[in-house]
Every structure is written in C-alpha cells, then in structure tokens.
C-alpha cells in the first residue's frame, strides 16, 4: 500500500467556551493515500469541520489544537511556521467551503478571485498569463462563456456556478490534497449531481486526493473509496465504503445507515437514533456514544472504558467494546 | 442572499449604485459643486486675482470695495480679493492634506487591529485613545512654539491628532470582515494577513473611509482657522481664511468694515457646510439602508 499523503495522529482540538472547555476533536486518526478520496460523515458537531479545518490550520481563535499529529508529505503541519504554512495552503492542499455565496467576495468579481489564488502561489505569472490560466480554469469546470463571466460578480452567477467557481479556484494550483467540506449542501438538489460529477472529475484529472465532508451518505457512497464516521470527536469507523456500508460493525454507523431514508419505505416509517448527539462539554463517560447505543444497554465496559479503534478486516476498523456482535 | 434581481439592475457595481444615491441628494450636489467652484478659485488664484495678495499698498489703506479692488482693501492696503482666493488655497490644502494623512495612518492602523487582534489590537487602540484625550489645540500651542507656527506644522499635528477617528470606524469593520467566510476562504487559499487587509478589508471599508475623510476636511477647515485666527498657525504674511479674520478683532471694524472680515467668514463658513453636505450625501449614499 502507498504511504499516506496525510496522517492525522490523535488530533485534539479544544475551544474554550464561557461554559468550559468544549472537546470538539477528541483523538481523531486519518489516513489518506495520494490520489484517494476518504469520506467523513457524522452529525453536526461531530468534529468533521473542525478536523478540516485543522488540516489547513485555520482553528478560530480561542480553538486551539491541544495534541496530536497532522503529517503531510512528512512534514508536521502543526509545527510549520505561519509562512511555510501558507505556501501549503492552497497550492498543496486546497479547500472547497460549503457555501460558495459566502466563501466569495460579493464585491470583486469571480475572475479576479480566481486570479488571486492563481497568484498566491505563482509569483512570477504575469498579469495575461494569471488572466489565461483563470479562463481555462473556468472552462475546464464548465462556467459557459468565461470571458464574460470573468467580470461578473458572485450575485451575478447561479448556486451551482457558484461552486463551480469554487471549485476553479481550489484547483488552481493542482493541490495534491483537496479538502471539499460539504461542497453541496448549500445547493438544489437537481444542482448537487452536476456538482458532484464536476468534483469527481476535476479530481480524477489531477489525482488530488481528497477529503469529503458531508452527512450525505448518498454523497459518500458516490464518490469516495473509504470513509471515516466521526461521532462525538473522534473516529468511530473507518475502512472501505463497501465494507463499512455492507457491514457496519459500530452501532452508530449501524443506526446512520438506518435512518436514511428510503424510497421503498412509507411515509412515517423514517427510523431515527434516539437521543441526541452528547454535549462536547461534558462527554457521556466511556463509550460517548452508550447513552443511545442499541445493544450498550447496561454493559460495565459501554458505561466506564472508552474503547479503541479494533481491527475487524482489512483496514476496516471500529472503536465498539462489542463489534464482534455486529459481525 | 437570493438572486432574484432583474438582470439590467444587477449589472450595476455597488459603486455605481452609490453614485446614483449621492447624484439623487440635492444637498451634497449643491455641496459638491459649490466645492468644485472654490477649488477651481484657489487653483486658478493667480489668474484670477488681480492683484498680488501680499502686495502692501499703504496708500490705498482699508478702502471699501471699487472697481479697483473688488472687496476693497485690508489694514495694510493689500487686495482683499485677491488675498482670499489665495488663502483658500492654503486653508484647502491644509485640509485635504491632513485628513489624507489622517485617514491613510487611520485605515491601516484600524485594518491591522481589527485583522490581527490581540496584544497588536490593544495596543493600537489604546494609542487611539491616548490621542483622542489629547486636546489637539494644547498640542498645537506646544508645537507651535517649538517648531515654530507653520502649514506643514498644522497638517502633521492634525494628522497625527485625528487619525484615531477613522482607525476606529475601520477596526469595527474589520473586526466584522475578518469572520466573513471569503476571508477564511482567502485564508486557506494561503493568502497572508498583509494580502487580507490590501484585498479584502481596505476596498470594503473606503467608501465609510471617505465619509470620515470628508468629514475630517471640514473639522480641519474649521480648527486651521482657529488657530490661524489666534496667531499659531499659518503666519502672515502668508494669507488664510483663519488669519485674514484677525484683522476683525476691532469692534469698530467690524461695525464699518465688513470688507475685511465678511468674505473669509463666509468662505469658512460655506466651505464647511459644503464640505459636510457631501460627507452626509456619501455617508447615505454608501449605506443605503441609513437612507430614506
């Protein structure tokens, strides 16, 4: 197997909070090999984001990222210096935001947004050449008539063109890791395929790898190769999309894959994981996810130990004190 | 946001929008145009001025307007015409240069507080504080007297005394634009902080920029002729609007004289109310939901 593009080793994220220390990311390990896609899918506030967000080391003041290890290309991100951190951001990993309306200035035009993450991190491009490079940028995702639409401002375009755009300006600089954190959530439905065709080809193109953040389940299945399922701040499955969706062997992919719902299921049949997702100020003891665990009940270890990641197949592992009766 | 607009009215830039807002308050048109004309006179000074303005004529001493001298003629036989439209190039100049000055040191210190934060934040608004609990006429006593009272003087001293205004105003935007999502998008296009204030932060905040700049003309106007008036700013024989008024500090001129003092007086005055006309039109103009 290659060695990872990415590994991020026992991430800990805390943001102090008026109430106390919320633990937003609690021990997340991810790996992800060059040219691989790897899913992340969890509820709000299961840490996705702000593992994401780690990554790029944008974590909003007063967040702080208090352990662990985020490894690129064998460099520790977390120790690099602002400069050397800002010549990986974007030009070898580059993000893709959830809501292209907001993550584009409304007051310059497209094309010159663009233009700048080109020149971010081609200093020496002259003004045509940055001015060419956008408007092949813009073509190769599909934005009809670039020339015109260089000059327009984000109000001007469409949703869908919007993240179009979006997604021009993460590839600008052919990154070797893409981060797309729910790319299409803010979109219409009819729009989110068109979006997700786009993602997948720009990606296969350039053989970026790429993280994809979302609660779709559809959306993973989709597109990615593996997929990691984050609850409660940590990594409580990951392995091959197949696998993990034939057979999840954690509860709580268990009741994820339950509850989407179906065509051939009735109207009020929407099956739903009791409870809700725990406080991140003061975690359940234990198995964060035994209070709404189906087969926990009143089991001593679900209640006092918090389990470790268990291998269950190749590269499918899960973090439940008894996945052997899932199996 | 939807996208609902009609294609012709969403063509229109945010700029052009304000533009048609200012053109649409006949106030800060008036304002604006009263304004181009005294440029235009200060500018145009020696072709217009028929005489020179410091010229002493002792003979032709306080005479009442004429053909000759069309507002007659000072204490000292000058042209009083011809020394206002000069002064108003020094009272302009003073102005514009010192508020320029003022919002340029305002808006960069105001970005970098409002983008950087922390101990750099406290440490440049307390510095505006500082100055702001400063009298700027103390000061300008003080360095008056050790520089010695002069143009540059005043425009370094109200430089340096109004910048906080504006540092103000653009921290409070920052502070607001640095959480816009486009900013962490930029951020993680790894755009640097000096890259985030030049693109993203000063364009957004000119246009409030340069409402306080207006505003700070007219404030500037007004204290130059302050201090002018009381003899520590712009020094004879060198006119301004401010110093052409201490000839007025005679009671019995002032109620046989008009001449002398009633055409600076009412430069000062109109300039100023023109001056915050237009401060108001753009203030409206650059935010429309302040506007009716």
């Given at each position: 197997m290659d060695e990872p593009l990415l590994t991020i080793e026992d991430l800990a994220v805390r943001f102090p909070t008026e109430d106390g220390l919320v633990k937003a990311v609690d021990g997340v390990f991810l790996d992800?090999?060059?040219g691989e896609v790897v899913g992340v899918v969890g509820e709000s506030g299961s840490g996705k984001s702000v593992t994401a967000m780690s990554v790029l080391g944008l974590i909003k003041r007063p967040g702080r990222i208090t352990r662990g290890r985020i490894a690129f290309r064998g460099r520790n991100l977390l120790e690099l210096s602002p400069r050397a951190l800002r010549a990986v951001r974007g030009s070898e990993i580059a993000m893709v935001f959830q809501d292209p309306m907001t993550a584009l200035n409304p007051v310059v035009p497209v094309g010159r947004q663009i233009a700048e993450a080109v020149r971010l991190h081609r200093r020496g491009l002259g003004r045509g050449a940055v001015r060419d490079r956008v408007l092949a940028l813009l073509a190769s995702v599909g934005v009809p008539n670039p020339e015109a639409r260089y000059r327009q401002f984000p109000h001007e375009y469409s949703g869908g063109m919007r993240q179009r755009a979006m997604i021009a300006m993460a590839m600008a600089n052919e990154p070797a890791l893409l981060i797309a954190d729910e790319p299409t959530t803010a979109l219409d439905v009819t729009i989110q395929a068109q979006v997700l065709d786009l993602l997948r080809s720009a990606r296969e193109r350039s053989g970026a790898a790429a993280i994809l953040i979302t609660h779709d389940l559809g959306v993973i299945a989709e597109l990615a190769d593996r997929v990691a399922v984050m609850y409660a701040g940590r990594v409580v499955e990951t392995g091959?999309?197949?696998?993990?969706?034939?057979?999840?062997?954690?509860?709580?992919?268990?009741?994820?894959?339950?509850?989407?719902?179906?065509?051939?299921?009735?109207?009020?049949e929407l099956v739903a994981i009791p409870g809700s997702p725990p406080s991140l100020l003061a975690p359940p003891s234990g198995c964060p996810f035994h209070p709404r665990c189906p087969i926990a009940g009143d089991r001593e270890p679900c209640r006092t130990s918090r389990p470790e990641p268990a291998s269950v197949g190749a590269g499918h592992t899960t973090a439940c004190h008894f996945h052997e009766e899932l199996a | 946001m939807t996208t609902v607009h009609s294609p012709r009215v969403s063509r229109r830039s945010p700029a052009r929008l304000a533009l048609r807002r200012?053109?649409?308050?006949?106030?800060?048109?008036?304002?604006?145009?009263?304004?181009?004309?005294?440029?235009?006179?200060a500018a145009c000074a020696p072709l217009i001025a028929s005489h020179d303005p410091n010229a002493v004529d002792l003979a032709a001493f306080r005479r009442p307007p004429s053909g000759e001298h069309l507002l007659g003629t000072d204490s000292s036989g000058r042209d009083v015409f011809a020394r206002l439209v000069y002064a108003g190039r020094v009272s302009l100049l003073v102005g514009?240069?010192?508020?320029?000055?003022?919002?340029?040191?305002?808006?960069?210190?105001?970005?970098v507080a409002g983008v950087v934060g922390g101990v750099t934040d406290t440490l440049i608004m307390r510095a505006a504080d500082v100055v702001l609990s400063f009298p700027a006429l103390v000061v300008v006593v003080v360095l008056a007297g050790i520089l010695g009272p002069s143009a540059p003087m005043l425009v370094v001293v109200f430089a340096a005394c109004n910048w906080p205004t504006a540092c103000r105003v653009v921290r409070g935007l920052a502070l607001g634009l640095r959480e816009q999502e486009y900013v962490q998008a930029s951020r993680a296009f790894g755009a640097s902080r000096a890259s985030i204030i030049a693109r993203h932060i000063v364009p957004a905040v000119l246009a409030q920029v340069a409402v306080v700049g207006t505003l700070l003309v007219a404030q500037t106007i007004l204290l130059e002729a302050v201090l002018s008036f009381l003899g520590l700013g712009v020094q004879a024989p060198q006119a301004s609007w401010g110093n052409m008024l201490t000839d007025a500090q005679n009671l019995t001129l002032i109620r046989s004289m008009p001449w002398l003092w009633l055409p600076p007086g009412l430069a000062i005055a109109l300039t100023v109310l023109a001056v915050n006309f237009v401060g108001d039109g753009l203030r409206d103009a650059v935010d429309p939901r302040g506007a009716r």
């Open positions: 992800v090999r060059p091959d999309v197949h696998a993990v969706f034939d057979a999840p062997r954690h509860p709580y992919t268990r009741g994820l894959m339950a509850s989407r719902p179906r065509l051939e299921s009735s109207p009020g | 200012f053109l649409r308050n006949r106030m800060a048109v008036a304002g604006a145009v009263f304004l181009v004309l005294v440029v235009l006179l514009l240069a010192s508020a320029l000055a003022a919002v340029i040191i305002g808006t960069l210190l105001g970005a």
